[in-house]
Every structure is written in structure tokens, then in C-alpha cells.
């Protein structure tokens, strides 16, 4: 099941949906911010159908 979650870009701080697949458990990715185009981290703990965790990370 994929959940729309709102996050803030570490850097510009602009904010925008990012849609995550709660069928992964525990998930580590890099995307880039739709607005700035820095990539950051995101960290994200699953069960499915719920974020237990999101955490955005920049570098």
C-alpha cells in the first residue's frame, strides 16, 4: 500500500508529498527536492498501511 506523506526539503525548506510504498519495512533512499533540486536522505520505518518513522536527512 503506497501512502502520500508531506515532507520539508532540509535545505530550501519547502515543502512537498512524497509517496511511500508501506510494504517495505525499512526503507533508505535519496530524492531530490522538487523545488531547490538538492538531493537528501529520507529514512522511513513501515508497517503496512503506516509510517511508523520518517526522517529526511540532508548533507
Same mark, same amino acid.
Given at each position: 500500500?503506497? =501512502?502520500?506523506?508531506? =515532507?520539508?526539503? $532540509?535545505?530550501?525548506?519547502?515543502?512537498?508529498?512524497?509517496? =511511500? @510504498?508501506?510494504?517495505? $519495512?525499512?526503507?533508505?533512499?535519496?530524492?531530490?527536492? +522538487?523545488?531547490?533540486?538538492?538531493?537528501? +536522505?529520507?529514512?522511513? +520505518?513501515?508497517?503496512?498501511?503506516? =509510517?511508523?518513522?520518517? @526522517?529526511?536527512?540532508?548533507?
Amino acid at each position: 500500500m503506497q =501512502i502520500s506523506e508531506s =515532507i520539508q526539503c $532540509p535545505f530550501c525548506g519547502q515543502t512537498f508529498d512524497l509517496v =511511500i @510504498d508501506t510494504s517495505i $519495512p525499512s526503507q533508505q533512499f535519496t530524492t531530490d527536492c +522538487e523545488v531547490c533540486c538538492r538531493p537528501f +536522505e529520507v529514512v522511513v +520505518e513501515c508497517e503496512p498501511g503506516e =509510517i511508523l518513522s520518517l @526522517d529526511v536527512l540532508g548533507n
